[in-house]
């Protein structure tokens, strides 16, 4: 029976999860949103560009891309973190001042958009050929015909895939705590992992793994419906009787 | 038509939990027996967690655990007629894994806060906290009382934070996760100060020629935990502790790891009389 107490005190300890979550809900979960969101933006405009430069038909456009693609995906997250995010101000390009979130978002994004870049590249690449031979045939431009028909068509495609790449950004965020963070800009990782420290227990981490599944899962659900009606439609019910309109 | 599959897995589970179970009773049982007096996990040697990234007082060097406190812990496993055994390990998860008796101690002085004596209890000290802030030379914190109103690194979950913030209230407090990242915000103009330990923020200095630190101040009495329900073991570490004190080794290794300049904290010296102060220290 102590084996199974052991467990329980160290991370079930339910009034240092209590006691825990107020400080999660308002101070972590808000910046862990933003972060998130900040970070997916510009993970979103960078994986597309990198997107198009992967399929470019340029060498000269297209080696940079794929470059940055292998490197970015290949070095550890925390390196990739901190080469960004203490490289350019130590580097003195203070773009963002002393705000720690500038550079954890600007990190987080280029990276997390080496892996979005692929997975845009193969939603693109498997818009079929005919429908891009369509289009350019009715005189849209090639740029014209990526704009309105094969971004569109390749990024419902993705969709699923994305879903997990956003999970994985929100994830990431944890990692904002490398480049330093004052009272107030901790997110839900590292208020956890302070507590934890300061209570010798591992029950505040949990307490925060419980605001993360409250992102997460409903998240990968509202994906699942959007993308089934926009393969599906609006559910059948919703149309009115063949009958009605003879 | 899931109920089958789901009911199985519960027998799996119920199999798992009792196999567990017996295990831990196992384990209990030895641990009472008369060859192990001491009540480590395992007779006849002793498991410390250590830090890997806590130079010079618990870290790696060549692949091997190195340091002050672990050639102390060395020295006083020695005394003990065990053997120790040393796990690197984060410091959130040493004390909850010391009262869960994954480890029998940890080779790291920890503050003893009032939170972390309601998980394990601690030895006597192994030694005083000493703190220094330090600053760039061109924009330099004479004292650690001139950080009012600036922002200051600090290694994130050091006890170090609340210590700053109820000495000098206006700081803003930027927590890193080990020294390099808040030694290269403070190069980077990213932070005003660094506050940390004096032989950390020694090594500092003498590293980076830029830097300058203030007079240190006192953070608290640090010691080594040990599980509640192991008061022999806790016994046996207070008394090698003693040992080592008294027939010179603590002097000596503290004298081998620690830079020139660092004396053996004074509350120490006045916990332990007869503990000689390290050869050339000024008091």
């Known amino acids: ?93 203070n773009v963002f001042g002393s705000w720690t979130y500038g550079y954890a978002a600007l990190a987080i994004g280029l990276m997390e958009g080496a892996y979005m870049a692929e997975i845009f590249r193969s939603g693109f690449q498997s818009v079929e050929k005919g429908i891009v031979e369509a289009a350019r045939s009715l005189g849209l431009s090639r740029a014209r015909t990526m704009r309105l028909i094969v971004i569109p068509i390749g990024f419902r495609r993705v969709l699923p895939a994305l879903t997990g790449q956003f999970i994985l950004v929100i994830k990431s965020t944890a990692l904002v705590y490398l480049l330093g963070l004052a009272t107030g800009q901790r997110e839900m990782f590292a208020i956890a992992q302070d507590t934890s420290s300061n ?13 993360y599944l409250v992102i997460t899962v409903p998240l990968t659900y509202a994906v699942n419906a959007w993308d089934r009606r926009m393969r599906e439609g609006r559910p059948v019910a919703a149309l009115p009787p063949v009958e009605a309109a003879a | 038509m899931t109920a089958a599959p789901t009911r199985r897995r519960i027998g799996v589970a119920a199999v798992a939990l009792a196999a567990g179970m017996s295990l831990a009773a196992c384990g209990g049982a030895d641990a009472g027996s008369d060859a192990n007096s001491l009540g480590t996990i395992d007779a006849g040697t002793i498991s410390f967690a250590f830090r890997s990234d806590d130079k010079p007082t618990s870290f790696v060097d060549n692949g091997k655990p190195a340091g002050f406190l672990i050639e102390l812990t060395q020295a006083m496993a020695a005394k003990m007629k065990v053997t120790p055994k040393y796990t690197a390990t984060d410091f959130a998860s040493m004390l909850p894994n010391i009262r869960n008796h994954k480890y029998d101690s940890a080779a790291f002085g920890t503050l003893a806060t009032d939170a972390r004596k309601q998980v394990t209890d601690f030895t006597s000290p192994v030694s005083f906290g000493e703190a220094k802030m330090v600053s760039r030379k061109d924009a330099a914190l004479s004292t650690v009382d001139a950080s009012a109103g600036k922002t200051v690194a600090i290694t994130r979950g050091s006890e170090l934070i609340p210590l700053l913030k109820a000495k000098v209230p206006t700081v803003t407090v930027k927590e890193f996760p080990n020294i390099a990242a808040s030694a290269n915000a403070l190069t980077a103009g990213q932070v005003d100060g660094l506050f940390t330990g004096e032989t950390t923020a020694l090594d500092l200095v003498t590293k980076h020629p830029d830097y300058t630190a203030s007079p240190s101040i006192t953070s608290g009495q640090t010691a080594l935990p040990v599980a509640k329900d192991k008061p022999n073991l806790r016994k046996a570490l207070d008394d090698a502790l003693k040992s080592v004190i008294a027939d010179g080794t603590y002097t000596k290794l503290f004298d081998k ?26 008091s």
């Open chain 1, 199 to 211: 209570n010798a227990s591992l029950s505040p981490l949990v307490a925060a793994g419980l605001f």
């Open chain 1, 1 to 93: 029976m102590d084996g199974i107490q052991h467990v329980l005190d160290t991370f079930f300890d339910l009034p240092l999860i209590l006691s825990t979550l107020p400080t999660l809900l308002k101070e972590g979960l808000l910046n862990t949103l933003f972060l998130t969101v900040l970070a997916s933006v510009i993970g979103l405009v960078v994986g597309v560009f990198l997107a198009s430069g992967l399929m470019s038909r340029h060498l000269l456009l297209r080696l940079p891309c794929r470059w940055y693609v292998d490197v970015l995906r290949g070095l550890p997250h925390i390196l990739s973190i901190y080469l960004i995010g203490q490289g350019l101000p130590l580097a003195g390009l």
């Open chain 2, 257 to 282: 790891w620690n830079p020139q300049g660092v004396a053996i904290p004074a509350d120490m010296i006045a916990f332990y009389p007869g503990l000689q102060q390290r050869p050339g220290a000024g």
